[in-house]
């Protein structure tokens, strides 16, 4: 089992910046990829980005070139820089890990999940 705890989340007007945590513990040796989702209440779970063990990454289209993703294997922790913040950016964060060899956007390919952080871009 891989516990995960997000925090960082706030209020900021647009093309501000804010940046997103996520410290695991449990199973951490097992996790091969970790991942930030974001949902909006009715919309479906959007996947962000994702970096592998071997620091491997992916974006979203919609956050390419605004949002960096990164970890601290020695502390255990995922990190998410927002740059030049929108509105469209608000939503749910949610920290999300994997211990099968694959890295996708697809939350169904993901069994371990926080319980998020909400960012909020206000115009």
């Known amino acids: 089992q891989v516990q995960l705890v997000e925090s960082g989340g706030g209020s900021v007007q647009a093309g501000g910046s804010l940046s997103l945590s996520c410290a695991a513990s449990?199973?951490?040796?097992?996790?091969?990829?970790m991942s930030w989702f974001r949902q909006v209440a009715g919309k479906e779970r959007e996947g962000v980005a994702y970096?592998?063990?071997?620091?491997?990454?992916n974006y979203a289209n919609s956050v390419k070139d605004r949002f960096t993703i990164s970890q601290d294997k020695a502390k255990n922790t995922l990190y998410l820089q927002m740059n030049t913040l929108k509105p469209e950016d608000t939503a749910m964060y949610y920290c999300?890990?994997?211990?099968?060899?694959?890295?996708?956007?697809?939350?169904?390919?993901?069994?371990?999940w926080g319980q998020g952080t909400q960012v909020t871009v206000s115009s």
């Open positions: 449990g199973y951490t040796s097992s996790v091969y990829c």
């Open positions: 970096i592998t063990i071997r620091g491997t990454t």
């Open positions: 999300a890990a994997e211990t099968r060899w694959l890295c996708s956007l697809r939350s169904n390919d993901y069994r371990y």
